[in-house]
C-alpha cells in the first residue's frame, strides 16, 4: 500500500501543553535568528484540547517564560486562586489541616486546561505552526540505520475485521529531521520507544494514578470563586493512596475530581465509585445541592517522579511532558512542567537543526539543559513523598513533614516505585465493597457519565483495546481477580457476559475515554491500547 508523505523539520505527537510548548519555542527561535524551520504538530483528538483532561490549577511559571503577555493576548487563565484548604475526612467530619507548602497556591489560577491548550493552539498556528488535529499517530517510521524518520497516522475507514471499507484511506507519513513524542500519559508511541531504545533501563518503573472528573454548574450561594479544597482520608483506607480537589472557577462552575493510586492492592476496588461515594460527604454534598452536571471525563496520571524518568533522547527523537512523567504529584501539577520540558527540547532541537544536517541525531543537550532548570530541581526536591505512601497513610504524612521541613527535600536516600500491575492481590484474599446505587442526583453510573464525555468512535472500526492473549481474561483475571476489569475502567468498557462458568469478557470500545487505565493496571499486561481512527473518543468541553 502506498502511503503519501510530507516533510518537515520538526514534527510533534500531541496537542498537550508540552507539545504546543515545545511548538512555538520553536517557532519563536526561528523568528528570532532568521531560519526557516517547518513545524508539524499532530493531534488525535478531533480538535486541540479535545482530549485534555486536568483539574486543574495551573503555575503560570513555563508560560510567563513563554508568553510573558499571555493575558493581554487573552490567555484563559480568568480565576485566581484566593483560597487554599486542606481536609482529612472520615466518613462524617472534615478536619482542617495546615495546608503542605507544595500545595499552597498564592499566585495561581484555576483553569479549564483544555481551554488554555486551544488558546496556545492559536498562539502557535500564528507563528506559522502546521497544526492537524483529528489525526492520530499509529507508527513510528524508522530510517535504514534506525534512527527515527517519523510517524505514520492511522489509516481511515478499515472495517473491524481491518479490511478496507468502502471510505478506506490510508495514512500519512510524516517524516521529520527530529520527531518529538508528547503523547501524554502512557503514550502508545513512546511504549514502543521504551522498548526498542531500552529508554527505563535503570530507572524505576512508571507509576500512575486515575483521575475522575466531573464539572458542575452549581447554585451562585454556594458558589465560591478562587476556592481550592483538597482532601484525603475517607473513602480510601488508610493503605490506599487517593485525594480529591474541589475547585471554583468563573461563572458558577465547579470542578470536582477525585484520584486513585494505581498501585491498589484490593481488586474489588472501582475508581468510579469511590469518586460517586466521595461526593455523598456531609462536607462536599452541600456545594452541589440544587446543581447540574455538566461533564465528565477521566485520564491517568504518570506520578513515578524524579526516579522515574526515562532516557529523553534517542537518534531522531525525543520526549517531553507527561510521556516522560514530568508530574509533579505532591504538587498536584504538572502543565507547567510539561510546557518546560517542551520549551527545553525547542532549545537543544533548535540548535541541533541549525548547525548543519543533523537529520536521525540525537538532541543529547536536551536533558544535559533541562537538569539546569527549576523543572529538574522541583522534582528531585519532592522525589520521596509519593513513595513513602507505601508505608501508609499516616506513615507517609509524618515523612513527608520530615522531608520537606527538615531535609527540604535533600534526604540523602531515594525511595524507589513497584509497578502497579503487580500490586493486585486475589480476590479471595481481599474484602468486596458494596457501593451504594447511583441516585441520578448526585452520584451517577458510568454509562450515562460516558455520555457527557461525547465520547465517540466509529463503530465499524477495528477494535483499539487489543488482547495479547485473548484467553487470559477467562483463565486469570475472572477466576482470580474477579474480573478487575469491569472496576478499574471508568467508562464501562470492560464485562463480562454469560452464565456462570461460560462467561466471556465483552469490549465496549466505543465507551472508551482513552484514560489509559487498562493499559496500565491489567495484572499480566494482556491489555494493550492502540490509537483508533483519528478524531475518536471524548469532546471535552471546558475540561
Same mark, same amino acid.
Given at each position: 500500500m502506498e502511503r503519501e508523505s510530507m516533510e518537515f523539520d520538526v514534527v510533534i505527537v500531541g496537542g498537550g501543553p508540552s507539545g504546543l510548548a515545545c511548538a512555538i519555542r520553536l517557532r519563536q527561535l526561528a523568528a528570532e535568528r532568521g531560519e526557516d524551520l517547518s513545524v508539524c504538530l499532530i493531534e488525535k483528538g478531533s480538535e486541540i484540547g479535545a482530549h485534555i483532561l486536568s483539574g486543574a490549577v495551573m503555575e503560570p511559571r513555563?508560560?510567563?517564560?513563554?508568553?510573558?503577555?499571555?493575558?493581554?493576548?487573552?490567555?484563559?487563565?480568568?480565576?485566581?486562586?484566593?483560597?487554599?484548604?486542606?481536609?482529612?475526612?472520615?466518613?462524617?467530619?472534615?478536619?482542617?489541616?495546615?495546608?503542605?507548602?507544595?500545595?499552597?497556591?498564592?499566585?495561581?489560577?484555576?483553569?479549564?486546561?483544555?481551554?488554555v491548550c486551544r488558546w496556545l493552539g492559536t498562539q502557535a498556528e500564528s507563528?506559522?505552526?502546521?497544526?492537524?488535529?483529528?489525526?492520530?499517530?499509529?507508527?513510528?517510521?524508522?530510517?535504514?540505520?534506525?534512527?527515527?524518520?517519523?510517524?505514520?497516522?492511522?489509516?481511515?475507514?478499515?472495517?473491524?475485521?481491518?479490511?478496507e471499507g468502502p471510505n478506506?484511506?490510508?495514512?500519512?507519513?510524516l517524516h521529520a529531521r527530529q520527531t518529538i513524542f508528547a503523547e501524554g500519559c502512557r503514550g502508545s508511541l513512546t511504549k514502543s520507544l521504551f522498548e526498542r531504545f531500552k529508554l527505563r533501563d535503570g530507572v524505576d518503573p512508571q507509576v500512575y494514578g486515575i483521575g475522575i472528573k466531573e464539572l458542575w454548574e452549581v447554585q451562585p450561594d454556594r458558589h465560591h470563586q478562587g476556592q481550592v479544597t483538597h482532601t484525603i482520608g475517607w473513602p480510601m483506607d488508610t493503605q490506599t493512596y487517593g485525594g480529591s480537589w474541589e475547585y471554583h472557577l468563573e461563572d458558577n462552575l465547579v470542578s470536582i475530581g477525585f484520584v486513585v493510586g494505581l498501585n491498589y492492592s484490593n481488586p474489588w476496588i472501582s475508581p468510579f465509585d469511590e469518586m460517586q461515594r466521595f461526593k455523598t460527604h456531609p462536607a462536599v454534598r452541600e456545594t452541589f445541592a440544587g446543581a447540574r452536571r455538566v461533564s465528565y471525563g477521566a485520564r491517568a496520571i504518570s506520578a513515578g517522579g524524579?526516579?522515574?524518568?526515562?532516557?529523553?533522547?534517542?537518534?531522531?527523537? =525525543?520526549?517531553? #511532558? $507527561?510521556? +516522560? @512523567?514530568?508530574?509533579?504529584?505532591?504538587?498536584?501539577?504538572?502543565?507547567?512542567t510539561a510546557m518546560k520540558s517542551g520549551m527545553t527540547a525547542a532549545e537543544a532541537v533548535?540548535?541541533? =537543526?541549525?548547525? #548543519? $544536517?543533523? +537529520? @536521525?541525531?540525537?538532541?543529547?543537550?536536551?536533558?544535559?539543559r533541562l537538569q539546569t532548570t527549576w523543572l529538574w530541581d522541583e522534582l528531585y526536591r519532592v522525589r520521596n513523598i509519593k513513595p513513602s505512601f507505601h508505608w501508609g497513610l499516616w506513615p507517609a504524612v509524618a515523612y513527608s513533614a520530615l522531608d520537606t521541613y527538615l531535609f527540604r527535600g535533600k534526604a540523602p536516600w531515594t525511595f524507589h516505585h513497584h509497578p502497579d500491575h503487580e500490586s493486585l492481590k486475589p480476590a479471595a484474599e481481599c474484602q468486596p465493597i458494596d457501593y451504594p446505587k447511583p441516585d441520578g442526583v448526585l452520584t451517577f453510573d458510568k454509562l450515562s457519565s460516558v455520555f457527557l464525555s461525547n465520547t465517540n468512535h466509529e463503530e465499524?472500526?477495528?477494535?483499539?483495546?487489543?488482547?495479547r492473549d485473548p484467553t487470559v481474561p477467562t483463565k486469570l483475571n475472572l477466576p482470580v481477580y474477579a474480573g478487575p476489569e469491569q472496576r478499574f475502567c471508568p467508562a464501562g468498557v470492560y464485562e463480562y457476559v454469560g452464565a456462570v462458568g461460560s462467561q466471556e469478557l465483552r469490549i465496549n470500545a466505543q465507551n472508551c475515554v482513552h484514560c489509559k487505565t487498562c493499559d496500565i493496571k491489567d495484572p499480566s499486561q494482556n491489555i494493550n491500547w492502540v490509537t483508533p481512527e483519528g478524531g475518536g473518543g471524548p469532546n471535552y468541553p471546558n475540561m
Open positions: 513555563a508560560l510567563n517564560e513563554l508568553l510573558p503577555d499571555w493575558a493581554a493576548q487573552g490567555a484563559p487563565l480568568n480565576t485566581p486562586v484566593t483560597d487554599d484548604r486542606f481536609m482529612f475526612l472520615t466518613q462524617s467530619r472534615a478536619v482542617r489541616l495546615p495546608t503542605p507548602p507544595q500545595m499552597e497556591n498564592h499566585g495561581n489560577f484555576i483553569v479549564s486546561l483544555g481551554n507563528l506559522g505552526v502546521d497544526i492537524y488535529p483529528g489525526f492520530a499517530a499509529a507508527e513510528v517510521l524508522f530510517h535504514d540505520d534506525g534512527s527515527v524518520k517519523g510517524v505514520a497516522t492511522g489509516d481511515m475507514g478499515r472495517a473491524k475485521d481491518g479490511s478506506f484511506a490510508p495514512g500519512m507519513e524524579f526516579q522515574a524518568i526515562p532516557k529523553l533522547t534517542f537518534p531522531g527523537g =525525543l520526549l517531553v #511532558g $507527561d510521556t +516522560a @512523567g514530568f508530574l509533579n504529584l505532591p504538587k498536584i501539577k504538572g502543565s507547567h533548535f540548535d541541533l =537543526l541549525t548547525t #548543519g $544536517d543533523k +537529520a @536521525g541525531k540525537e538532541a543529547v543537550e536536551y536533558p544535559t465499524d472500526q477495528p477494535c483499539h483495546l487489543t488482547l
